[in-house]
């Protein structure tokens, strides 16, 4: 099993640049996950999705974020415009069923300048 | 809402001491627990997890109590080795809302050799 696979792994960019981070969660999982990681604010629970439907967006920051899961394998996260303050490690999880073990992805290391 | 608080935000213990960790939850109706770990520049992974009809578990040298009472929770780690140093994360997961786990903030672990 490949894991939770995430792309890109690194992400520089200038502000006002739009940015989308992806993920393909474990195959047969039904949970899909996005989350912020700073040193400041923690692990913070962007929006997750139940087969495929978006189910509690209420963590996304403003309407610069928005996330989209068309099919079961794939998710994407978009930032537009992108801000300085964006700058952080975005993680993708899955899981199957709840509550269960969350597998992480390797994360998208964002620097927006 | 659940909320999850986690103490201590540091701590630095001798290589082959024990190190403990804990946390405290709002919301009685939480029924699973899990501990999270996370190496520098690593995604958190599962390292143990209780459910709320059991008092201990232990896994080799790492082990979590749950006292619902007192409603906190705790991760004992015995005989603590270098690779243990990691940030650790404990969660809640309240069954009645939309599924989301609530997490504490973090501990550094630092073993001293």
């Known amino acids: 099993d490949a894991g939770v696979i995430q792309s890109p792994r690194h992400e520089v960019t200038e502000m006002g640049q739009e940015v989308t981070l992806r993920c393909k969660p474990i195959s047969g999982h039904d949970y899909l996950f996005w989350y912020r990681q700073t040193m400041m604010r923690g692990l913070e629970l962007l929006i997750y999705f139940n087969n495929n439907v978006p189910i509690d967006d209420s963590g996304m920051p403003e309407d610069r974020f928005s996330a989209k899961m068309p099919n079961a394998s794939f998710s994407t996260l978009k930032i537009q415009p992108s801000e300085p303050r964006d700058s952080a490690v975005y993680f993708c999880a899955s899981t199957l069923g709840r509550p269960e073990t969350q597998y992480f992805g390797p994360g998208t290391r964002l620097l927006v300048l | 809402g659940e909320n999850v608080e986690q103490h201590p935000s540091t701590l630095s213990v001798q290589e082959g001491d024990s190190a403990v960790i804990k946390c405290t939850y709002s919301d009685s109706a939480s029924n699973y627990f899990p501990w999270y770990k996370q190496e520098l520049g690593k995604r958190p992974q599962l390292i143990i997890d209780?459910?709320?009809n059991v008092g201990e578990k232990k896994d080799q040298r790492i082990a979590v109590t749950l006292n619902k009472t007192a409603k906190h929770f705790s991760l004992h780690i015995t005989e603590t080795q270098p690779e243990d140093s990691a940030v650790y994360f404990c969660a809640a997961y309240l069954e009645d809302s939309n599924y989301q786990l609530i997490w504490g903030a973090g501990t550094k672990l630092i073993i001293k050799p």
């Open positions: 209780i459910r709320s």
